[in-house]
């Protein structure tokens, strides 16, 4: 399978795009990023020197992925999200040896709008709601909204809510693939198929 990279996007030498990876209209993918296979970028996406980017990643127009950011297999980027890399910035002051590193973990999503706080992982399968500013760690599989985003429930790998309120049994059903969830304290796991 064939890269695909739109005669108006740049890819720098030493930028490494697996196989089938798509880069649209008006992107940039400096050297030395690491972009996996069938990921595709959006119009006017923006890759750092500095990124890790796995297999199957959706990175959606609008969206700059700042060095110290990994990406793992799987994960969404709507459109416009951001992705910071300095804490404190100010212009007068340089701070490139300061970067707080930023891990989304596997099959995680990241709404329209969503700004990630440098510094913080996303868990595993987790989703940011919209417009939500992420400024702490998240547990996988957890559903985040809000500014600051806090946890406002839990999701599945397929992306359908958990019914997993206080009180319940502490388990519950994906209701598109049936697979089962339990939540300990405040760690859900995907449980083994029987």
Aim: charged letters at 20%.
């Amino acid at each position: 399978m064939d890269n695909l990279v739109h005669a108006s996007a740049i890819v720098d030498a030493g930028a490494m795009l697996g196989e089938g990876t798509r880069v649209w209209h008006f992107s940039h993918v400096c050297g030395g990023a690491r972009i996996g296979d069938r990921c595709s970028l959006g119009q006017n996406v923006f890759i750092a020197s500095d990124v890790v980017i796995g297999h199957n990643v959706k990175i959606q127009n609008n969206v700059s992925v700042y060095d110290a950011v990994v990406l793992e297999d799987d994960v969404f980027c709507g459109p416009s999200m951001v992705f910071t890399n300095v804490h404190n910035p100010r212009a007068a002051v340089v701070r490139k040896h300061e970067y707080r590193r930023t891990l989304v973990r596997r099959g995680a999503s990241i709404g329209a709008n969503a700004t990630v706080v440098c510094g913080v992982t996303i868990g595993a399968y987790a989703m940011i709601g919209a417009g939500a500013v992420v400024t702490r760690d998240v547990p996988d599989f957890a559903l985040m909204a809000g500014v600051p985003a806090r946890q406002i429930g839990w999701i599945s790998r397929h992306g359908e809510r958990l019914d997993l309120r206080r009180g319940a049994d502490g388990r519950s059903r994906c209701p598109h693939t049936g697979d089962v969830y339990s939540v300990t304290g405040r760690v859900c796991t995907l449980q083994p198929a029987d």
